[in-house]
Nanobody, 123 residues
């Protein structure tokens, strides 16, 4: 059974950084891309960034390019999303998810989700 657990969210001042974690179990990260979504208040959920061991990582959101670092820790099967220079537009709930695809150039439905972690950007 696939499981994903997000953590690392919190309150951060504008200009600060956060490293979000997605700890996975029940599958092999060599064969499953991990996609980060975010959902701002009152908005739909959007694909933000993606980790893939086989096909390379991707950052989907223009506003995040140049500010995110995607990394992994295979000892704990955890994927990290670090976001730097946080601003009010980054205020959202961040989710990690898998579709079963191995690559990040996938835009279909996603079947496994974590519970989300809240990122609040405020002075």
């Amino acid at each position: 059974q696939s499981q994903l657990v997000e953590s690392g969210g919190g309150l951060v001042q504008p200009g600060g950084s956060l490293r979000l974690s997605c700890t996975t179990s029940g599958f092999n990260l060599d064969y499953r891309a991990i996609t980060w979504f975010r959902q701002a208040p009152g908005e739909e959920r959007h694909q933000a960034a993606c980790f893939s061991a086989s096909g390379g990582n991707m950052v989907y959101m223009e506003s995040l390019r140049g500010r995110v670092t995607i990394s992994e820790d295979r000892a704990t099967n955890t994927i990290y999303l670090q976001i730097d220079n946080l601003g009010p537009d980054d205020w959202a709930v961040y989710y990690c998810s898998t579709s079963g695809a191995t690559r990040c150039d996938y835009y279909g439905s996603f079947r496994d989700w974590g519970q989300g972690t809240q990122v609040t950007v405020s002075a």
